[in-house]
C-alpha cells in the first residue's frame, strides 16, 4: 500500500492522493505534510490503497507523516465523515474545522504538557486567618485553595505574580504541587446536598437503562437542580473509567460553573474548549481529551468534534441554545451531532433545559428521547416567581417606564432587594432620526439601523460593526433638531439614574463588559449586594444565581410576538423563562412583571402559569399546521454577491440545474434574506423542504454535486440544513 488518500482543508469535496513508501496501515488518522501547488499543506490520512486514478508520472510523492501527535481514530474519522454527508461539506473542511490550529500547521509545536495541580497543606490552613488583609494575591490564592484543589493555569490566571507566590507558598510548605491522577475511574466525588426526590427518580432512571446508547431529554424548570445531575451522572461515568464531555452554550456567560465543576472534582483532570482560549492553551487541551488524560471535557458546541478514546457520557446543557448551530463556514448543530455522536459510541446522552428546542421536545414527546421532568425547584424554600403583565393600554408609560414598575422598583429598594430591569437592547438608542425629513440613521454597509452609542458618541452597526461620528446636523437636510428614538439599556440607565438617585444602578450587556474580566467583575458585584438595580440584557439571563433578587422588570418584550420569524415565540418564550428563572432562587419570593400592549397574549399567560408543555403543544400544532419543522425537513441554498440581482440569478440556474424535484421534495422561489445586506454583501436564498428526511438528504447530495462541480464565480454559496435564519 503506497498510495495515501488525504484530505486537504480545501472547499473540494474530493481527497487528495499522494505516494509515500514509509505507509503503514496505522497511519490512517495521521496528519501528513504533502506538496500542493507550489506550498506544502497539512492534510490528514483518510485512506491508504494500492493503486490510485491518477497516473504515476503525475503522483506526487508526499512530504512526511507528522507522527508526533497520535492519530485520529476511525471513529473519529466516521463522524466527521457523517458531518461530511449529513451538512453537504468536503470532508478535509470538516476535519480541519474541528482540529486547534497548532495541528492545521505543519510545524506544530503540539507534544502534550504535563498539568500540575496545587493543594492548601494544613499549615496553610492556619495560616490563611492571620494573613494580612494587605497580602491580596496571596489571600487569594490560599481561599482558592481552602476551597478546593485547583489546576495551576486556573491560578496562575488570578495575577501576573501568581507564578512566583505560589512557588514561595510551597517553599513556606502552605501549599503543595502535584500531577492529578491521569487516569480517569481514580477521582473523588465530593458530593454537596443529598439529592431531593425528583433528582433521584432522575438519575435513576438513567442510571437503570444499562449500557448503550440512550437519549434523554432532562426537562427541569429553572433552578431545579440540573447540574446536581449532570455532576452525578459523570461521576459515574468517571468512576466506570469512562470520559465525559459537557456542552454549553458559552462559556464566559457562567464562569462559575467551571470552578464547580473542579471543586466537585477536585483530584480530576477537566479541560475546557472554547474560543475564549488561546492557541495554545487550546491545542494542550484537545491532546489531553484525545490522549484519555482528560476525564472532563466543558466545552462550547466546537468541543463536541474533540476526539475522546475513552467517550462514556454526553450532557448539553441549554440545549435549545441557538449558540449550538455554528451559523459560518461549516454550519452544524452541535446538538445534533452530539446525538450522533453518542448513538455511534452506544452511551448515554442527556440534552437539559427548562425550555427544551421544540424539536426536542417533539422528539420526546413521540418516544425518540426519554423523558424526565423536574418540577420543583431544589432549594427547598424557593418558589417559582409570580408573573403578571402591566397593561399598557392601562398605564401610560413615563422614560419607558409603567408606574407600576416604578413602584415595584421602589418597594425593593426600601427593602434592600434587587431588582433587574431586563431590555434586550443595548446602546442608547435603537435609531437616530430627523423630524423634518424622516432620515434615519442606517447602515451603509448592511439593510439595518446604526444604533446610537452615547458613551462614546458613536452610531454603531450590530451586524457588521461598523461605526461613526454621531452628526450634529441631519446628514439629509441640515436640520439641527435631529433624535435619538427609541431607547436601548444606555438610555434605560440614565433615566433609572435619574428616578432613582439613591440606587447603586449597574448596566451589563455587551458593551459594559468588552473587557476581559469584566463580566466576572460585575457577576461579583450583583452577588456581594453591591449593586441595586441591574439593567441588563440576555447575557444577564442564562444559569446565575443571585440569591437577593427578587424584581425582574421586562421591558418591550412585544416586539418579537408578531416578527415574521415563526420562530420568534419560541426565542421569546425560552429568554422570558429564563430571564423570570432569575427571580426568586432564594428563600425570597420573586415577582416578573411584563410590560405589554397583549397582557391576554397566549404567550404571557403560558409564562405566567409556568406552563411549557401547554405553550410547547399550541406551537407545534401550529408548527403542524402550516407545514414547519419539526413536522417538514428544511435546507437552504444561501447566495451573497455584490449585487442582489446577481445572487437570485445564481439561486434560479441552481434551481435548474437541480432539475424538476422528486413528488417529497418542494422547492421554494429564491428569495432576498430577510436582512438582505450584510457587510456590503446581497444576500438571497432558496428553501428546500420535504416531510422526509431521507428523501431530502438524497436529493441534497446529488444537487450539492452539481454545485460543487460547476466553475467558480463571483458569487459566493453554501448550503445550510437544518437552519435557523432566514
Ligand atoms: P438549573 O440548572 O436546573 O436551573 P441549578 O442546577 O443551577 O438549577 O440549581 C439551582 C440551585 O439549587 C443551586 O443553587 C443548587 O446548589 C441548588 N440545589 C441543587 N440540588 C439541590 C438539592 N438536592 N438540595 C438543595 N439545593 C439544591
Ligand atoms: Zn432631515
Ligand atoms: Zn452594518
Redesign the pocket.
Known amino acids: 500500500m503506497s498510495i495515501l488518500r488525504v484530505a486537504l482543508d480545501l472547499p473540494l469535496p474530493r481527497v487528495f492522493d499522494y505516494s509515500c513508501d514509509e505507509a503503514r496501515a496505522g497511519d490512517i488518522g495521521m496528519r501528513v505534510l504533502v506538496p500542493f501547488g507550489n506550498k506544502r499543506a497539512v492534510g490528514v490520512i483518510v485512506g491508504l490503497a494500492d493503486t490510485s486514478e491518477i497516473s504515476s508520472e503525475k503522483l506526487k510523492p508526499a512530504v512526511r507523516i507528522l507522527r508526533e501527535t497520535p492519530a485520529l481514530t476511525r471513529d473519529w474519522l466516521e463522524l466527521a465523515q457523517f458531518c461530511s454527508g449529513y451538512y453537504h461539506r468536503p470532508l478535509g473542511e470538516v476535519i480541519f474545522n474541528s482540529l486547534p490550529r497548532a495541528l492545521r500547521q505543519p510545524t506544530a509545536t503540539a507534544a502534550l504538557k504535563q498539568a500540575s495541580a496545587y493543594r492548601l497543606s494544613a499549615g496553610g490552613r492556619e495560616a490563611l486567618g492571620q494573613l494580612p488583609s494587605s497580602a491580596k494575591v496571596k489571600r487569594g490564592l490560599l481561599l482558592t485553595l481552602s476551597r478546593s484543589d485547583c489546576a495551576e493555569e486556573l491560578l496562575l490566571a488570578q495575577s501576573p505574580r501568581a507564578r512566583k507566590i505560589l512557588a514561595d507558598l510551597c517553599d513556606a510548605g502552605w501549599i503543595e504541587r502535584y500531577q492529578p491522577s491521569a487516569a480517569p475511574g481514580t477521582g473523588r466525588f465530593v458530593e ?5 426526590a425528583e ?1 433521584q427518580q432522575a438519575l435513576q432512571q438513567i442510571e437503570a437503562a444499562g449500557p448503550g446508547y440512550a437519549a434523554y431529554l432532562l426537562h ?9 445531575i449532570y455532576l452525578h451522572l459523570i461521576a459515574g461515568a468517571l468512576a466506570a473509567g469512562k470520559q465525559a464531555l459537557v456542552l454549553v452554550p458559552e462559556i464566559s456567560l457562567t464562569p462559575r460553573l467551571e470552578q464547580e465543576f473542579r471543586e466537585r472534582f477536585p483530584d480530576t483532570r477537566l479541560v475546557s474548549l472554547h474560543s475564549g482560549l488561546a492557541d495554545g492553551e487550546r491545542t494542550q487541551h484537545w491532546l489531553q481529551a484525545q490522549s484519555g488524560a482528560a476525564a472532563i471535557v466543558l466545552g462550547t458546541r466546537l468541543a463536541v468534534f474533540v476526539p475522546l478514546p475513552k467517550l462514556g457520557l454526553i450532557v448539553v ?1 441549554e440545549e435549545q441554545d441557538a449558540s449550538f448551530k455554528q451559523q459560518d463556514g461549516l454550519r452544524y448543530s452541535a446538538r445534533d451531532v452530539a446525538v450522533f455522536r453518542a448513538r455511534q459510541t452506544g452511551i448515554t446522552i442527556v440534552l ?1 433545559s ?1 425550555t427544551p428546542a421544540l424539536e426536542t421536545y417533539a422528539r420526546a414527546q413521540s418516544g425518540r428521547y426519554r423523558l424526565l421532568r ?1 418540577a420543583q ?4 424554600q ?1 418558589q417559582l416567581p409570580l408573573v403578571h403583565a402591566v397593561d399598557l393600554r392601562r398605564h401610560k408609560l413615563e422614560d419607558g417606564l409603567a408606574p407600576p414598575v416604578v413602584e415595584a422598583l421602589q418597594q425593593r429598594l426600601a427593602r434592600g432587594e434587587q431588582s433587574l430591569v431586563f431590555l434586550n437592547r443595548r446602546g442608547y438608542a435603537p435609531v437616530l432620526m430627523c423630524p423634518a425629513c424622516d432620515w434615519v440613521s442606517g447602515c451603509k454597509r448592511c439593510s439595518a439601523r446604526m444604533v446610537l452609542h452615547l458613551a462614546d458618541l458613536q452610531l454603531r452597526c450590530h451586524h457588521c460593526g461598523a461605526s461613526s461620528a454621531v452628526p450634529r446636523h441631519c446628514p439629509n437636510c441640515g436640520n439641527a433638531d435631529i433624535h435619538p428614538f427609541g431607547r436601548g439599556t444606555q438610555r434605560l440607565e440614565a433615566t433609572l439614574a435619574e428616578r432613582f438617585p439613591q440606587a447603586r444602578i449597574l448596566r451589563v450587556d455587551r458593551d459594559s463588559t468588552r473587557n476581559k474580566g469584566s463580566f466576572a467583575r460585575m457577576l461579583g458585584e450583583i452577588q456581594g449586594g453591591r449593586a441595586d438595580i441591574l439593567v441588563g440584557t440576555q447575557i444577564l439571563a442564562k ?1 446565575h ?1 443571585f440569591p437577593n433578587l427578587t424584581l425582574v422588570a421586562v421591558l418591550n418584550a412585544d416586539s418579537a410576538l408578531f416578527s415574521a420569524d415563526y420562530r420568534a415565540p419560541e426565542r421569546l418564550f425560552t429568554q422570558l423563562v429564563q430571564v423570570a ?1 432569575r427571580a426568586g ?1 432564594a428563600g425570597l419570593p420573586g415577582e416578573v412583571l411584563i410590560q405589554t400592549q397583549y397582557p391576554r397574549h397566549p404567550l404571557y399567560l403560558a409564562l405566567a402559569q409556568h406552563d411549557y408543555p401547554g405553550f410547547a403543544h399550541t406551537l407545534l400544532a401550529e408548527r403542524e399546521q402550516a407545514g414547519f419543522p419539526p413536522y417538514v425537513f428544511e435546507a437552504v441554498l444561501r447566495a451573497e454577491a455584490a449585487e442582489l440581482d446577481a445572487a437570485l440569478e445564481f439561486l434560479r440556474q441552481a434551481a435548474a440545474l437541480a432539475g424538476p424535484p422528486p413528488e417529497e421534495i418542494t422547492l421554494y422561489d429564491p428569495v432576498p434574506m430577510s436582512m438582505a445586506r450584510l457587510a456590503e454583501r446581497e444576500r438571497a436564498h432558496l428553501l428546500v423542504q420535504s416531510v422526509s428526511r431521507k428523501a431530502l438528504q438524497a436529493y441534497l447530495a446529488a444537487w450539492s454535486a452539481k454545485l460543487y462541480a460547476q466553475p467558480q464565480r463571483a458569487v459566493r454559496w453554501h448550503l445550510d440544513v437544518d437552519p435557523i435564519e432566514f
Do not use: C, F, H, Y
Open positions: 454537596k446536598l443529598p439529592l431531593n433528582q427541569g424548570i429553572t433552578g431545579s437542580g440540573k447540574t446536581e446543557d437539559g427548562a423536574l425547584r431544589a432549594v427547598p424557593a444559569g444565581d428563572g432562587r
